[in-house]
């Protein structure tokens, strides 16, 4: 059996489609099944929105294909970049129209592949090719990952640091598409946007143990907002090590620590004295110190002081560390006398400074002081539910709690 598929050739001679040519060739079948043939050159199928010849295509409309006449209808299209980023478009119940919708990225040339079907089920394909243009003025969206590259506990959040406020919650919602967070093993985590120039990520859960995060963008040549436009990004690669966790009960005066769940030491300790309690909460571990010098006028502090402290880990920005208090070894396991810090004798505060390392977690309970605050003092990520962590997200928010569609899919065991 052969088949000649009937192609109309209603184009506009603004299409890319007519620039291209719109000829129809024959396919035969060697079975007699339509599906077997080979596909024919679908151009005098569909229209295209792209301009003909050599000009370039306006970045900020929609890419539209459009099928000609009642004799076939469009079954897929996909459209990529020299990048090989996807463009995210719909497609009608009826295949009589696909539209983009995600924004095209400035100065880069796409391919645009559709698939189209006859009357009669004979498949059709045609490939399309075009550049968008560059605008004459815009601004550049720097973006900055963090931490750096390394090994961290598995508290450490991801960090997003934008170069321009992005206040529009459409603007928002195509920065975070493009920031793209793996790890290996996969978990289910998102974005918080913290202000109009910072994301955090984490999971919902902590990180698991000795996993591989790769955090890139895909933001380069895509428009953000009104003359903003992404630019390349520097991808970040770090991975995480054993779960370790330190849990200071304030009102016994003890820490413990686990690794892995299981506890590795139990350590006397002194937190901060009435008036300065030391915070309730999960803190991250931000660094280590072999020596630092403590001052009250770094608290405001009204009774003098003036220390040199030594293997001082640090997990607030306002000067909380865990530390040699050799001054104060009556007191630990007894009472609470620091001004906020957790103190320890120096042999346990060296056992300490040794064992941690960036991204571990330190929690705080039964202290009278106030709650580690989420933001803005150093990483108190894990102190927000999960519930209000995806509200922060300008994709996430108000939807159903639960990995997307394609994650779903990745992370489906193989069978």
Same mark, same amino acid.
């Given at each position: 059996?052969?088949? @000649?598929?009937?192609?109309?050739?209603?184009?506009?001679?603004?299409? #890319?489609?007519?620039?291209?040519? /719109?000829? /129809?060739?024959?396919?035969?079948?060697?079975?007699?099944?339509?599906? @077997?043939?080979?596909? %024919?050159?679908?151009?005098?199928? &569909?229209?295209?929105?792209?301009?003909?010849?050599?000009?370039?295509?306006? =970045? !900020?409309?929609?890419?539209?294909?459009?099928?000609?006449?009642?004799?076939?209808?469009?079954?897929?299209?996909?459209?990529?970049?020299?990048?090989?980023?996807?463009?995210?478009?719909?497609?009608?119940?009826?295949?009589?129209?696909?539209?983009?919708? /995600?924004?095209?990225?400035?100065?880069?040339?796409?391919?645009?592949?559709?698939?189209?079907?006859?009357?009669?089920?004979?498949?059709?394909?045609?490939?399309?090719?075009?550049?968008?243009?560059?605008?004459?003025?815009?601004?550049? #969206?720097?973006?900055?990952?963090? +931490?750096?590259?390394?090994?961290?506990?598995?508290?450490?959040?991801?960090?997003?640091?934008?170069?321009?406020?992005?206040?529009?919650?459409?603007?928002?919602?195509?920065?975070?598409?493009?920031?793209?967070?793996?790890?290996?093993?996969? *978990?289910?985590?998102?974005?918080?946007?913290?202000?109009?120039?910072?994301?955090?990520?984490?999971?919902?859960?902590?990180? =698991?143990?000795?996993?591989? &995060?790769?955090?890139?963008?895909?933001?380069?040549?895509?428009? *953000?907002?009104?003359?903003?436009?992404?630019?390349?990004?520097? =991808?970040?690669?770090?991975?995480?090590?054993?779960?370790?966790?330190?849990?200071?009960?304030?009102?016994?005066?003890?820490?413990?620590?686990?690794?892995?769940?299981?506890? &590795?030491?139990?350590?006397?300790?002194?937190?901060?004295?009435?008036?300065?309690?030391?915070?309730?909460?999960?803190?991250? *571990?931000?660094?280590?110190?072999?020596?630092?010098?403590?001052?009250?006028?770094? &608290?405001?502090?009204?009774?003098?002081?003036?220390?040199?402290? %030594?293997?001082?880990?640090?997990?607030?920005?306002?000067?909380?560390?865990?530390?040699?208090?050799?001054?104060?070894?009556?007191?630990?396991?007894?009472?609470?006398?620091?001004?906020?810090?957790?103190?320890?004798?120096?042999?346990?505060?060296?056992?300490? %400074?040794?064992?941690?390392?960036?991204? !571990?977690?330190?929690?705080?309970?039964?202290? %009278?002081?106030?709650?580690? +605050?989420?933001?803005?003092?150093?990483?108190?990520?894990?102190?927000?539910?999960?519930?209000?962590?995806?509200?922060?997200?300008?994709?996430?928010?108000?939807?159903?709690?639960? +990995?997307?569609?394609?994650?779903?899919?990745?992370?489906?065991?193989?069978?």
């Amino acid at each position: 059996m052969s088949h @000649s598929p009937r192609i109309r050739t209603v184009l506009s001679c603004t299409t #890319l489609v007519a620039a291209l040519g /719109a000829g /129809a060739t024959a396919c035969g079948s060697s079975d007699g099944h339509p599906l @077997s043939a080979k596909p %024919y050159d679908a151009a005098g199928q &569909i229209a295209f929105n792209s301009p003909a010849g050599s000009k370039k295509a306006d =970045p !900020d409309k929609p890419l539209e294909v459009t099928a000609q006449g009642k004799d076939g209808r469009i079954t897929d299209v996909t459209a990529t970049d020299a990048l090989g980023r996807y463009v995210a478009g719909e497609l009608s119940a009826d295949g009589a129209r696909w539209h983009s919708t /995600a924004p095209l990225a400035a100065g880069a040339q796409y391919t645009v592949r559709v698939s189209t079907e006859d009357d009669e089920g004979s498949p059709g394909r045609k490939v399309l090719t075009f550049d968008t243009e560059v605008p004459a003025e815009k601004k550049r #969206l720097h973006v900055t990952f963090g +931490p750096e590259a390394g090994k961290y506990g598995v508290g450490q959040p991801v960090t997003a640091t934008l170069s321009t406020p992005v206040k529009d919650k459409e603007a928002r919602a195509t920065v975070e598409r493009a920031l793209k967070v793996r790890s290996v093993p996969a *978990v289910e985590g998102a974005w918080h946007w913290v202000d109009s120039e910072t994301l955090h990520y984490r999971p919902k859960e902590y990180w =698991p143990t000795h996993a591989t &995060i790769n955090v890139s963008s895909n933001l380069e040549g895509i428009k *953000v907002g009104d003359r903003l436009w992404g630019t390349e990004t520097k =991808p970040l690669k770090f991975t995480t090590g054993d779960r370790i966790e330190a849990v200071t009960d304030a009102s016994s005066h003890w820490m413990t620590v686990y690794r892995n769940g299981e506890q &590795i030491n139990s350590i006397p300790v002194t937190t901060g004295k009435p008036g300065y309690s030391t915070r309730n909460g999960v803190k991250v *571990v931000l660094g280590k110190e072999y020596s630092v010098r403590m001052t009250s006028a770094s &608290i405001g502090a009204s009774d003098f002081y003036d220390k040199q402290v %030594y293997y001082a880990t640090r997990v607030t920005d306002s000067g909380e560390y865990v530390h040699a208090a050799p001054w104060s070894t009556g007191s630990q396991g007894n009472a609470n006398t620091s001004h906020g810090c957790t103190g320890m004798s120096t042999g346990n505060a060296a056992w300490f %400074y040794e064992t941690v390392r960036q991204g !571990d977690l330190v929690k705080v309970v039964n202290s %009278y002081g106030e709650d580690m +605050p989420t933001f803005g003092n150093g990483l108190g990520d894990w102190n927000m539910s999960w519930q209000n962590w995806r509200k922060g997200s300008a994709l996430l928010a108000g939807t159903k709690e639960g +990995p997307s569609a394609a994650d779903a899919a990745r992370l489906r065991p193989q069978v």
